[in-house]
Each structure stands twice: as C-alpha cells, then as structure tokens.
C-alpha cells in the first residue's frame, strides 16, 4: 500500500512536468495563430484592385460559370472528399460515444442432463468519469478532422474552379495562336507565290524560293503542334468536368478579368482553405499530445451490473435481480515506459504539424507576393509589346509593297514579318500570363467559390 500511494504522486508529478503545457492541448495551435498575426502588410500594392468574395467575382462569363457548376457537380475527386467528410462525421459521432455510458443486456441459456433448462440474464452499465476531460479532448481532436476534412474539400473545390478557369483561358490562347499561326502560313504561302511572279517577269531570281518554302514548312509543323495542343487541352478540361470528351466553342475571346484587392494579410490569409486545414492539423494534434499525457493519470470509471438466472426465460428478464456496483480507480503504474513514450511521441507530432502550418505559411505569403509583383511586370511587359506591335504592324504592308517594287530584299520583307507575328503570338501569350496570374493571386488570397 506504501508502493502504490509512493507511485500515484509520482506518476502525477512527472506528467504534470513533462507535459503540463501540452495539458489543455492548446500549445502550438496559439503559436500558428501568433505567426499569422505576426505578418503586418503586403511588400506590393495594385492601385487597380478591388475587393471580392470569390473567384467567379473576378470573371464575367455565364459560359465559364457553366463550366465551373458542372466540374464541382461531376469531378471524381471532389465526390472522394465529400465522402472524407461523411466518414469523419461518423467519426465524431463515434468518439462522442465515449463520453456516454455504456449498457449492454445479454441472455444465456444452460442445459444439464436431467434437468430443466436455465436461463441467464445480465444488464451491465458502465461510465467513465471524465474529470481529466480526457474523453473531451478526444472528442474535440475528432471534431477538429471533422472541420480539417470540410476544409480540404474547400480548397479541392477552389482548387478545381481555378483549374477549369486555366484551362479556359488556354483554350483562348491555343485558338487565338491556331489563328495567328494560319495567317502567318497565308502570307508565306503568298511570298512563294510572290516570288514565282517576280521570277517569270524577270525582276527576280529564285534563289529565295527555297527560303520561303522553308518557312512555310515551319509554320506548317508548328500549326499542327498548336491544334494537337488544342485537343490535349480540351481533354484535359474533361477529365475536370468529370466527362469523357469536351468541345470548345470554336469562337471565343479572353474575357475581362479583375485584379483582386490585397489588403491586410491575416484576414487575407486566413480565408484560405489550405491554411484552414493546416492549423486544423495542429488543433489535432494538441489535443491527441494532451490526451496522451492524460493517460499518465488515474482513471475512474463507475459499474452497475443486474443479474439474474430462473428456469423460466420471463423471470430470469423481468423477476427482481442481483444487483452489483462496481467503483473502478485505474492508476498506471509500470507498462515499460511506453505511455511516456507515446506521450512524448504525440508532443513531437504536435510540433512536427507546427511546423508544416510555418512551411505553408510562409508558401502561402510568397504566392501572394509572386502574384502582386507577376501582375505589375506582365502589365509593364504587355505594354511593350503591345507598342513593339503596332509599329511592327506599320511596317508590314509598307515592307510588303516596297518587295513587289523591288525596293527591299525578300529577306527584309521576312525579317519584318517574323517580328510582326512573333510579336502577336507574344502578346497573346502575355494576355493569357496576366489573366491566370490574377486568378491565381485570387486563390492565394483566399478567393474560392461557394461551398
């Protein structure tokens, strides 16, 4: 008796020391909400932006929002979440049914050799205390997946809302590039025909030919390369909209595109999904690291058992029975030091998921930073090109008329003309950069769609 009244003081004082901190399973959870707090404003500012609740807030296109209703209607992945959340719900109620007392009723039936048969019944009720809120925590802990699932289906939902709005916009600029790619091959193809006609008037030589025709064959394998891009594409958007083939309308344009409004990081931050789920991951895991060092301490649990046994099956159920109480102190004493290892073990995890939410914080504060400083460049560099353009374009019908007059060589003609569709394709290119990038500043800022 001296041993076990020795141990229980000891035991407690060591969990107490060890992990009193971790006791209320609140630790690291405050430290990750101290960090994003601690991120005072944004490096970079868009005079431009506005503010927004989602992505398609951005965008102004019945045809995309179809899309976009149809992928989250049909994606298999996002039915794989949804039923994540359904599991965890179960999950919930399952640990709840801890708390609760337990009853269980069973009936047995004896049969001896020349006598009448017996029948047995027992009614046991048992609870277990929850003066650690050991039971509580636990509960929580499953709560805490339950909203860490809700979350991780959110952020696959934003996730493939941005996805079929990329996919769209590059479906834009594979046409608009198919269509610059069949222009530039017209106009080859007439430099050929150019050169045919100088030759038979005598005002040219057809050393020239063969460059020509090299660049027609060029432009030629390129344009397949852009309509085998084009059918990868609107694959791709299939597989997003949960069907089997997709068919872009063979005319559509990039559509207006709004730049989402930056303005103070934690609540920024704090929107996203993602970052949701990470500090979730944490919230688990301090209430699993405060239930691991509550199983250091007693337990208690209270029992009430109902007997009874006759020969006839209504009394051994219904006739008064033995009744019997049962008081449980479970104090652990020795298991080989595993409980403490378990318990520093479930600490470690805490701190280990710490730092995965600071990884991803830190993640999640570059994207917003990539994004603000990708829409000032691609703004700056879309401007250039765009007067690149319109002065190469001046020269292009000036370069084509001095050619016929023998004015210019046909290489100053071709060089003029590269530049001019080179200049279109990157233009376009420029167009679909800016308009994915806002997109994605508006997922890193949290923007999703409606849950």
């Known amino acids: 008796m001296l041993k076990l009244t ?31 707090n601690s991120i005072s404003e944004w490096q970079q500012q868009i005079p431009s932006a506005s503010e927004k609740t989602y992505l398609t807030d951005l965008i102004h296109s019945e ?70 809120q050991k039971l509580q925590d636990s509960a929580d802990a499953s709560q805490a997946g339950l909203a860490s699932s809700i979350a991780a289906d959110q952020y696959a939902r934003d996730l493939l809302a941005s996805s079929i709005i990329d996919i769209w916009f590059q479906l834009v600029q594979q046409s608009q ?48 390369a852009y309509l ?6 609107q694959r791709s958007m299939a597989a997003l909209l949960g069907k089997t083939e997709y068919s872009s309308p063979e005319s559509i344009s990039f559509p207006q595109v709004q730049i989402p409004l930056a303005s103070v990081p934690a609540q920024d931050l704090g929107r996203r999904p993602d970052l949701q789920q990470a500090y979730l991951n944490i919230r688990i895991a301090d209430l699993n690291s405060a239930v691991a060092y509550k199983n250091l301490l007693p337990s208690l649990s209270l029992g009430l058992s109902l007997s009874q ?50 990884e991803k914080l830190l993640a999640a504060v570059q994207e917003v930073e990539n994004a603000l400083g990708q829409e000032n460049a691609l703004s700056a560099q879309q401007a ?13 019908e000036t370069y084509q008329t001095k050619y016929r007059q ?39 800022l949290g923007l999703g769609v409606k849950s």
């Open 384 to 396: 250039h090109i765009s007067d690149a353009l319109n002065n190469a374009e001046r020269s292009f």
């Open 6 to 36: 020795f141990k229980f003081p000891a035991l407690c004082t060591i969990a107490m020391l060890s992990g009193c901190a971790a006791l209320d399973g609140t630790r690291f959870a405050e430290q990750s909400t101290e960090s994003l």
């Open 309 to 358: 046994s006759n020969s006839a099956l209504r009394d051994a159920l219904f006739t008064s029975p033995a009744w019997s109480v049962l008081n449980q102190l479970t104090i652990p004493l020795f298991q080989g030091g595993s409980l403490r290892a378990q318990a520093r073990q479930a600490d470690l995890t805490a701190e280990q998921t710490y730092w995965a939410y600071q």
């Open 406 to 444: 023998g004015l210019v060589t046909f290489l100053d003609l071709l060089t003029i003309q590269t530049q001019t569709f080179d200049l279109r394709v990157q233009k376009t290119q420029l167009t679909y950069a800016r308009l994915s990038n806002r997109i994605t500043l508006g997922l890193a």
């Open 177 to 224: 590039l198919i269509d610059i790619e069949r222009t530039r091959l017209r106009v080859l193809e007439q430099n050929e025909q150019t050169i045919v006609e100088r030759y038979r008037k005598g005002l040219d030589e057809l050393t020239d030919l063969d460059s020509a025709r090299s660049q027609s064959a060029s432009s030629r394998a390129t344009l397949v």
């Open 63 to 132: 045809a995309l929002e179809v899309l976009i209703q149809q992928g989250l209607s049909n994606n298999p992945g996002l039915q794989q979440t949804a039923l994540a959340i359904q599991i965890a719900r179960e999950n919930v109620a399952n640990v709840r049914g801890d708390q609760l007392p337990q009853a269980s009723l069973s009936v047995s039936q004896n049969n001896t050799e020349g006598s009448d048969a017996v029948y047995q019944s027992s009614l046991d009720v048992s609870w277990t205390l929850d003066w650690l």
């Open 228 to 233: 085998q891009g084009h059918k990868t594409l």
